[in-house]
């Protein structure tokens, strides 16, 4: 199964995502990780994306497909994936398309957190960068960059809604039931 986790800041993408992926005996592919590796590695890719980020630079999404690209061809990926991470804007849900272009996603899970309820579990984290302004500013963002995405899958008819308060138990179990 191919999926695509999205949901705002705060929502439990990535921890749900691991959940899930081991349930499904799949991997969770976090761009976020494949970027930290190939720095850590001190691969080609690696070196570009550290040199960008230590600029403050975002990391164009061409490098991006070209790591994401390799990760799917890894033997742990024929049976499946969790993408979580990528994509965030249309055109890098374009660029997605073209890497999987046999074989597209499954399913996209939307995990749907009540905003102030974010803002708590955000809050509560303890992160530096994590104060109510740039918490609201994040959310901004994924309304205006990330949620678009959301129509372009649902003309799929790929989209499922969890809800995503409660225990990350009973959040995986949702999520695993509504995937069946």
Do not use: W
């Not at 994306?49 to 799917?72: F, H, N, S």
């Not at 996603?105 to 309820?117: A, I, Y």
């Not at 790929?158 to 225990?167: C, D, L, N, Y």
């Amino acid at each position: 199964m191919r999926l695509l986790f999205l949901g705002p800041p705060g929502a439990g993408k990535g921890t749900q995502a691991e959940r899930v992926a081991q349930r499904l005996g799949i991997p969770h592919i976090s761009t976020g990780e494949m970027f930290r590796r190939h720095v850590s590695s001190g691969t080609d890719l690696g070196r570009r994306v550290k040199a960008l980020m230590e600029a403050g630079e975002y990391v164009p999404d061409e490098i991006t497909g070209q790591m994401l690209a390799g990760r799917l061809t890894d033997s742990d990926c024929a049976g499946g994936f969790i993408l979580d991470g990528f994509p965030r804007t249309l055109p890098q849900a374009e660029l997605l398309d073209r890497l999987l272009a046999e074989d597209p996603l499954d399913r996209v899970v939307s995990l749907e957190v009540d905003s102030q309820v974010l803002l708590e579990r955000m809050l509560a984290r303890g992160r530096a960068d994590d104060t109510p302004d740039t918490i609201r500013r994040r959310l901004e963002v994924y309304e205006t960059q990330t949620a678009p995405l959301l129509e372009f899958y649902g003309r799929r008819g790929i989209v499922s809604t969890v809800e995503g308060s409660g225990s990350i138990p009973e959040i995986c179990e949702r999520i695993i039931a509504a995937l069946r």
